[in-house]
């Protein structure tokens, strides 16, 4: 099942373990893409992660792939929005949208998608079958 993750969101939750000081946003970025790459070595579903403000994001040095994907956005609620959308309705029960703001996760209950809170993905990010421990950045 795909997953849609807003990063933001995702990274300022009550369960990240991410320090996000503004100066080094980037950095809280790269953290969070180093966990994501460690949590599909147990999971293959496609991710793809949206960062609000494109500006910030021009630095960051990740290969896009069909594995997982950083997208820079103007607004990442809005892209979700209209990623949710272009997915046939029948087809959105497999989209995992990944994000604790209600408008968001409310519309993803809405479009027959599947809301799953940030702190809820934390708890799965951090977990690694059979090992019981914490993912290493």
């Known amino acids: 099942m795909p997953i849609i993750i807003d990063g933001w969101n995702l990274i300022r939750s009550g369960e990240s373990d991410i320090d996000d ?22 999971h293959k579903d496609a991710i793809t992660v ?14 896009n792939n069909t594995a997982l994907s950083v997208v820079p956005a103007r607004n990442a609620d809005e892209y979700i929005k ?4 272009e997915i046939p309705e029948r087809q959105r029960r497999n989209l995992r949208v990944v994000s604790s703001d209600n ?3 409310y519309y993803a209950k809405k479009s027959y998608a599947a809301p799953i809170k940030s702190e809820e993905f934390w708890h799965k990010l951090k ?11």
């Open 21 to 42: 000081i503004e100066e080094e946003s980037i950095e809280s970025a790269k953290k969070l893409i180093s966990y994501l790459k460690t949590f599909q070595e147990t």
């Open 50 to 63: 949206v960062f609000d403000s494109s500006r910030e994001y021009l630095d960051l040095n990740h290969d």
């Open 82 to 85: 209209k990623y949710v959308d």
């Open 103 to 105: 408008d968001i996760y």
């Open 127 to 137: 977990f690694k079958p059979n090992r019981h421990n914490k993912l290493k950045p």
